[in-house]
């Protein structure tokens, strides 16, 4: 098949950069928190328990600045960075970030790596620094408001296959070739909409893979991948 326009989603966490955004930042500022996370996650929803989190790091002293050095220096894989790199300056294909993590996380990341332009659009939870240096995070469907009607197991924060459709609506025509980056099991919802000339890059760790062992019903060709430097081998034949 001619591919004359392509699309790449990715999911952030574990997916495009290779650690956990939430965690990480407590986990180099304020691990006592990123115990408190680990001891509280399933009780409270997850975006709002990384709000708190938050809060209380804020509370006892992290600063802007101490945050947004972790982020800088959490791992993210060279290969990854020359794989969208080239991969954009083919100019036949469309990147799309998809994720539960936040805006701010994801736009100080990709600038520090120099592939912010190279994204056409960023779906997440919204997030903005307030005055004191506070992070706010809020979910991106609002808790108030009419909620996502997903029946595969997305978190309330978002519809990841919704998102995922509604992207499509905004940038048609169809793409000839749609492949999503994955690792976790809120990335299945989204993986179900691909077809069968797409693919689906999953991680072999992380939720995804045991939900697609577990449930299957795909129609999308999947590649497993463990390292970035794999990722960066299937985008070079893209």
Sequence with gaps: MAVQRQLVVFDFDWSMADNDTDRWVFEVNA??????????????????????ALRDAHARGVTRAQLEHALRTMPFHPAMVRAITTLHAARKTTFFCLSNANSVYIDTILKDKGLAAMFTEIVTNPAEWA?????????????????????????????????????????????????????????????????????LLCRTFGGLHKRIARDGGLKCQVKYWTGAWEVEEIFNKL
């Design 131 to 199: 005055p004191s240096g506070l992070l706010a995070l809020r979910r991106r469907v609002d808790p108030s408001g009419p909620q996502h009607a997903c029946a595969v197991g997305c978190s309330p924060n978002m519809c990841k296959g919704d998102e995922l459709d509604a992207f499509y609506t905004r940038h048609a025509p169809t793409y000839d070739r749609v492949v999503y980056v994955g690792d976790g099991s809120n990335d299945f919802c989204p993986a179900l909409r691909l077809r069968s000339q797409d693919m």
């Design 31 to 52: 691990p006592d928190v990123r115990r408190w996370i680990e001891d509280n996650e399933g009780t409270i929803q997850f975006t709002d328990l990384i709000a708190q």
